[in-house]
């Protein structure tokens, strides 16, 4: 049985990773597609600034969040006056660094997904005369979705295990931003925790195992579908 620091630690992770896919996914899905279609001045340093976050040290993209985001921010400031919304510190902004941290995965997945999309399958279409918009949803849209979902899992299971942005923009508030990497880091700074802080090792393990299986399932269980209706 889990200890009830151990539940508001795991519940807590999965609210945030949770709102954090759902907030990359659209825009995700976007930005692959527009790097996989287009060519267009700039592209390469578009793309630069999209996986930026996967080489900078996790703390820098937290101090980026806090000085654009925060009160005295630009835009923290208007958000604050005129929304009343305050990010830093809160889920919310526990969910946002996670969110940033796990938009590479997501569009680089996507993308490669896309661009192994059989572009004959989706002129044949518009020959049939179906439209840019209806071939997307219902040629290419099916054959991404491998991608989508390897993202999307990898993604969460990225959001899931964030701690440097999350500690920096958001901070490690018991019960409001301490999820399970910030619970055990707590926990190892305690002096006779060393037993609760294994627990929480294993539990994290676990949740990443279930999460990277999931993927890999889910992908295959799709692309036996596609595969099984062009058969």
């Known amino acids: 049985m889990l200890t009830p620091l151990e539940w508001e630690a795991l519940s807590l992770s999965l609210r945030v990773s949770g709102v954090a896919v759902a907030a990359i996914l659209l825009p995700g899905l976007g930005m692959a597609y527009v790097l996989a279609r287009f ?13 930026l976050p996967l080489v900078l040290p996790p703390v820098v993209v937290g101090y980026l969040l806090l000085v654009s985001l925060g009160r005295q921010g630009t835009l923290g400031q208007w958000l604050h ?21 796990a938009f590479p995965l997501l569009v680089r997945a996507v993308r490669l997904s896309l661009e192994s999309v059989d572009r004959k399958l989706e002129e044949a279409a518009r ?3 179906a439209s840019r918009w209806k071939t997307f949803l219902t040629v290419t849209l099916p ?17 899931l295990s964030e701690f440097g942005a999350t500690i920096t923009f958001a901070s490690n508030i018991p019960g409001e931003t301490r999820t399970l990497p910030l619970a055990l880091y707590s926990l190892v700074q305690t002096p006779g925790k060393e037993a609760a802080a294994a627990r929480l090792c294993v539990i994290s393990v676990i949740v990443a195992l279930i ?9 295959r269980r799709a692309r036996r579908r596609l595969e099984g209706r062009h058969a």
């Open 39 to 51: 060519d267009f001045p700039g592209k390469t340093l578009l793309d630069g600034i999209v996986h």
């Open 81 to 101: 006056e005129t929304l009343g919304v305050s990010l830093p510190f809160t889920w919310q902004g526990a969910a946002l660094a996670g969110a940033v941290m």
């Open 127 to 129: 020959t049939l005369g």
């Open 143 to 159: 054959l991404m979705l491998p991608g989508i979902l390897t993202g999307g899992v990898l993604a969460f299971a990225r959001s």
């Open 211 to 219: 999460a990277l299986v999931a993927s890999e399932w889910l992908a």
